[in-house]
């Protein structure tokens, strides 16, 4: 069937959800569990009602919206919060788009052979306990010390949030049971990078999602007074860890290209511009898409740290925080989606994702690929994140057409 | 006159003195004008008043305890003033020992024939509006603005302290006139690093105080996803910091041999495990005891970080908080240490100061010289900080007939 989305609608769906967490700085603050967070769920609700689709909510706050029919099910979804002060796109464009897309199958009563169900998955940005909290739920994947004693990066115990808002570890722990027989997950996404951008290409074909490796480190030294403390008698935590994270770049960038390596938070300790600093916390980051890198990096990357340590008196210590691994979409998802957007005229680029997406958990499941859109500068996670609307039509059409594909 | 102090009383004093603002951890904290240092205050100013000084305040603070002469003023102090969880030496030591010396040439009615003053200074520690507050306010080196609109560094405003504590801003701006006509100062300290210690020396006598030069800068670069931002494309401000506090730091280890460089606080913006750091803040130190490396230094390490932020697409910026010139000691003065001494039969040996001190201010209106006693492990400005008691009457001794030698 050749059917479109409609991107009016699709617009007009992704600006009023878009009010909802408007914030003073011009950007969308919806965190997962939050006033707005919830409101916007309420919104969902009503709008996947309203489509005719059947609604349900699983124990981890994971929504949904299905055309039931026999055989496995076709899902396609993203996440609608966000992080404090982001955009209107990243993860609601995924979701909006689902929603057209099922929306529009319903309207033409698209003869399918499989259920077809939209998805929107809980805090997929973190905001909680880690990332993807919702569908590692939804995969039986979740710390359960985390949901039970964790505390959230403000430092609220996760446990309060939930009474707060009437959910529970319980449910969240048991989401899974609730999963329906999959057979494939397609999600849309802004790239939220400037590669499309920059080769000036409407639809990216993700073919790998990069694995990520999160650790709190610190290197432990001597603190001492600034002046008295001659150059070659210091133990500076600081500059162990000036020199780790230079070295540490330079080996991904030269030993594992394409990879890429992050020192995004530091703190020196006692933190005064007259004191040697004792200790540097940081956090140390790396993501790549190939499973060999990222266990040859950690493996480099850690013996270079204690290296270092050795070199100039300190201790390095290391925990981890959290990791994903990397995935590589199944081909016959790569070769469906190619085929739709050759069909449908739009020039399309295979390539591989940097970010980490809820696809990349539900790859545990089943066949899951991903359709990126271009992010205009390579913006995200910002109020200046946006979409071209033709680009988003394009990208909409092709997830609708991938669905049908594979629910027909 | 052969006379000594009174170690015991001298040891009661700074034991009185340390129970005034001891804190939680065991320190003591008593920042100036805080409550325990307006209780210090009073109990300084009676125990002036009891060793039959004239005692005075200036506009700033400052606090005095004269034995009038004819002549020109020979002035013995430090300060009274902690860093918050401080130990109970650095500068109590010096004002204590000052008036053990004045109380002792009292009681034994030495003949002078110039005027000595006692002096405990506001605020060299910088808790409020930059190092030496009242150590500069007594030679009318004190910015204005600093004093009418400065913050201290935990968000106060200073005009607020003031109100509170009865001081002024016109007092501490007029403080100098009522300095005395100098003809010498000389300053006992702790020496707040291990080389006496190490050398089995109990004391040091200081030829040169290292000038110190402190600003606060940053490099701006760009932030973005980490996941979504390839190495090669990054302008990590990080990276920067990390490159310019290595080689910075080598540079003055290698071309600057005795100079130092410190970075001691950091912070990366904006701030999170997953996005590159478009901008790091952090503080640049460099101290040196010659004027000419300490031009050299600013000139070589600014030339270092412009190049390194060309080199790495980013801006520096930066900008002067507080600088101190190197001071080289009176020769008259070391050798008259040096002579006491040696007829007290105490092994003494010459040094630097790495640290500054209210004698480096106070060098810009008379000679000024300074006795230093070891500092145990070279600890100061912590709970830990101790003395020798041997060796503390030893330096007071030292200051005792020093203080004679000038005076009579």
């Known amino acids: 069937m050749d059917i479109r989305i409609n991107i009016e609608r699709l617009k007009r769906?992704?600006?009023?959800?878009?009010?909802?967490?408007r914030d003073d700085h011009g950007g969308v603050s919806r965190p997962s569990f939050s006033a707005a967070d919830l409101e916007a769920r309420g919104w969902l609700k009503k709008k996947i009602e309203e489509a005719g689709l059947c609604y349900r909510q699983d124990g981890a706050g994971n929504q949904f919206g299905r055309f039931e029919c026999a055989g496995k099910t076709i899902m396609a979804g993203s996440h609608i919060d966000t992080v404090p002060n982001g955009g209107m796109f990243d993860g609601?464009?995924?979701?909006?788009?689902?929603?057209?897309?099922?929306?529009?199958?319903?309207?033409?009563k698209a003869p399918l052979t499989k259920a077809l169900e939209i998805a929107s998955f809980t805090d997929e940005e973190g905001?909680?306990?880690?990332?993807?909290?919702?569908s590692r739920a939804f995969m039986g994947l979740v710390d359960e010390s985390a949901v039970r004693n964790g505390r959230t990066s403000f430092g609220v115990l996760f446990s309060d949030i939930l009474k707060r808002t009437g959910f529970t570890a319980e449910g969240i722990l048991g989401a899974h049971k609730d999963r329906p027989e999959l057979e494939a997950y397609v999600e849309l996404h802004i790239e939220q990078g400037p590669v499309l951008e920059d080769e000036g290409v409407s639809i990216g074909i993700v073919e790998r999602i990069a694995g990520k490796h999160y650790r709190q480190c610190a290197y432990v030294g001597e603190s001492g007074h600034s002046g008295?403390?001659?150059?070659?008698?210091?133990?500076d935590a600081f500059l162990g860890l000036a020199d780790f994270a230079l070295r540490a770049t330079q080996l991904v960038a030269t030993k594992y290209y394409g990879?890429?390596?992050?020192?995004?938070?530091?703190?020196?300790?006692?933190?005064?511009?007259?004191?040697?600093?004792?200790?540097?916390?940081?956090?140390?980051?790396?993501?790549?898409?190939?499973?060999?890198?990222?266990?040859?990096?950690?493996?480099?990357?850690?013996?270079?740290?204690?290296?270092?340590?050795?070199?100039?008196?300190?201790?390095f210590i290391s925990k981890l925080v959290d990791q994903t691994a990397p995935v590589t979409v199944a081909p016959r998802i790569v070769s469906l989606i190619a085929e739709e957007c050759r069909s449908l005229g739009y020039p399309s680029m295979k390539m591989t994702s940097g970010a980490g997406h809820d696809a990349q958990i539900i790859a545990g499941a089943c066949d899951?690929?991903?359709?990126?859109?271009?992010?205009?500068?390579?913006?995200?996670?910002?109020?200046?994140?946006?979409?071209?609307?033709?680009?988003?039509?394009?990208?909409?059409?092709?997830?609708?057409?991938?669905?049908?594909?594979?629910?027909?």
């Open 259 to 315: 990879s890429v390596l992050t020192v995004g938070k530091a703190a020196l300790h006692p933190g005064s511009f007259s004191v040697i600093p004792g200790r540097a916390d940081f956090t140390l980051e790396f993501r790549s898409s190939s499973p060999e890198a990222m266990a040859a990096i950690e493996k480099d990357v850690f013996a270079l740290a204690e290296d270092i340590a050795a070199t100039r008196g300190l201790t």
């Open 13 to 21: 769906d992704l600006e009023e959800l878009g009010r909802i967490g």
């Open 92 to 108: 609601a464009a995924g979701v909006l788009a689902a929603l057209e897309a099922a929306r529009r199958i319903v309207e033409e």
């Open 127 to 134: 905001n909680l306990v880690g990332d993807f909290l919702g």
């Open 368 to 408: 899951s690929g991903m359709i990126f859109i271009p992010s205009p500068d390579g913006i995200s996670h910002s109020p200046a994140e946006r979409v071209d609307w033709g680009d988003l039509e394009k990208g909409a059409n092709v997830l609708l057409r991938t669905l049908l594909r594979l629910a027909k």
């Open 228 to 235: 008295t403390t001659p150059l070659e008698l210091r133990h």
